[in-house]
């Protein structure tokens, strides 16, 4: 286990299956008439529940404070909050396969930041790599629009503004990363903040009723649990040794997930151009892994 949480391409590959998962539960829990803002709410407390008792433990379950206190706000802000209540409102109309080749852009918008902020980038092969990845997801996305029953341009217009709060959280945890931050505590602390904003939009704006709702499905609940439990401690490790370009190619490999799993568990279906567009997607998941490989030889 030790040395999977310093090997970035295991890292990679690990967060980036078990976010492909988070696509299917979601739809499940939109047709069981869950709320957005409660699945969120469902999304979140899995990592809390999961990272409690190792942080108490391990003896770091430690306050916030100063910069931490503001990394973890923000971390929260950019990262959780807002794409996750996008992501959910919009999931239903999109589709679980759509929504997840849409996390396949962030690597796209992260790299684009980079450049400009002057920070670590990826060999040439990544580069490239991550090229093949734009090019596939604007594939799919064609595909998507062109489609009689295809959802209208602002819903898709909404849906791109997920992996753009994705990117932005991706460079400012790196840029604003503590010091002598432990990255399963800067999960625990991100991701407690997106409940009590979470727990607050429900009772004010909807009604603490509203928590019921995630009795509709039970099982679903328990396994995005299970699931966003797991991804995080993956996922500010992948963070703290991989950067926040490489962290951001996660979107190639949930998005790969996150298709199969819709037609396989969820009945979606998808025409030609779309699977070529995916097996673009996944040619560049394999030219940025080679590319970590060359740059940790």
């Given amino acids: 286990m030790n040395k999977i949480s310093k090997n970035p391409i295991a890292l990679l590959l690990i967060t980036g299956l078990l976010i492909g998962f988070n696509f299917p539960l979601g739809k499940l829990a939109a047709e069981a008439a869950i709320s957005p803002t409660v699945w969120a709410f469902v999304f979140s407390l899995g990592a809390c529940l999961l990272l409690f008792p190792v942080l108490v433990s391990q003896k770091k379950l430690i306050f916030p404070r100063k910069s931490t206190l503001r990394y973890i706000i923000l971390s929260a802000i950019l990262s959780y909050i807002i794409p996750n209540l996008l992501l959910f409102s919009v999931m239903l109309r999109m589709g679980a396969g759509y929504m997840g080749l849409m996390f396949a852009l962030s690597p796209v918008f992260t790299l684009f930041f ?37 959802p209208p341009w602002e819903l898709i217009v909404l849906a791109l503004c997920v992996p753009l709060c994705l990117a932005l959280g991706n460079i400012y945890r790196t840029l604003d990363w503590p010091d002598k931050g432990e990255p399963d505590s ?112």
């Fill in 114 to 150: 980079a450049l400009n902020l002057r920070m670590n980038i990826p060999n040439r092969i990544g580069l490239i790599g991550i090229l093949f990845g734009l090019i596939g997801t604007a594939v799919v996305s064609i595909s998507k629009g062109s489609l009689p029953d295809a």
């Fill in 186 to 297: 800067l999960a625990f602390w991100s991701h407690t903040i997106a409940v009590l904003f979470y727990s607050a939009l429900i009772f004010f704006y909807q009604t603490d009723a509203s928590f019921g709702e995630i009795t509709n499905t039970p099982v679903v609940v328990l396994l995005q649990l299970l699931v966003s439990g797991l991804i995080f401690p993956a996922f500010f490790r992948l963070q703290k040794v991989g950067g926040p370009v490489l962290l951001s190619q996660i979107g190639y490999v949930s998005a790969a997930v996150g298709l199969v799993c819709a037609v396989l568990f969820l009945g979606e279906r998808y025409d030609l151009t779309t699977w070529i567009g995916a097996g673009i997607i996944a040619f560049g998941i394999a030219l940025s892994i080679q590319a970590q490989r060359q740059k940790t030889a």
